[in-house]
């Protein structure tokens, strides 16, 4: 069982396997489970993807919606809650699309992140690995993303990275 105010990082490409793998986490500790959703659905392929993740989680969990109030949201989680975050990229998405200060942004997430009051699982994606993006926005998504992930990845206790299913200790 994970450890009461433990922050475990779970990076990893797209359809790596993090989000399933951290469901398997959380579900290691006792119910009631904490699900925080920061995707939006702004088209029928996203409330596909949605449905998808809810359709794997049963009874014993709850959804919070936070796809621009994350660090509030985990503040407001009562000790000892075991929580899934899904996903710090997209989080990262809603702030540069609503024009938001994302580096004052990004610290205060990270300020919260490094006190974990219960049983904390973080997904994001890795997004740096590929070539370098063709355009100023995409290289800004990216860059941010990139200082975003190791701000998460240096105060947990523990970072996975998942390739092809398997998660790969870190950290």
Request: hydrophobic share 45%.
């Amino acid at each position: 069982m994970p450890d009461r105010g433990k922050l475990t990082f779970i990076i990893g490409g797209g359809r790596s396997g993090k989000s399933p793998h951290a469901e398997t986490l959380v579900t290691a500790s006792p119910a009631p489970w904490a699900y925080i959703a920061t995707a939006q659905a702004y088209d029928d392929e996203m409330h596909e993807r949605i449905a998808m993740h809810r359709s794997r989680r049963g009874e014993g969990w709850s959804t919070i919606d936070a796809p621009l109030d994350l660090a509030d949201a985990l503040e407001a989680l009562p000790d000892d809650q075991p929580v899934l975050v899904d996903c710090l990229t997209l989080w990262l998405t809603n702030h540069m699309l609503a024009d938001r200060d994302v580096e004052a942004e990004c610290r205060r997430l990270a300020d919260v992140l490094s006190r974990p009051r219960g049983p904390w699982f973080v997904v994001s994606n890795e997004v740096g690995q590929g070539i370098v993006p063709d355009n100023a926005l995409a290289r800004r998504f990216r860059d941010d993303a990139g200082r975003l992930n190791q701000q998460a990845a240096a105060v947990a206790d523990t970072v996975l990275l998942m390739v092809a299913g398997l998660p790969l200790k870190v950290k």
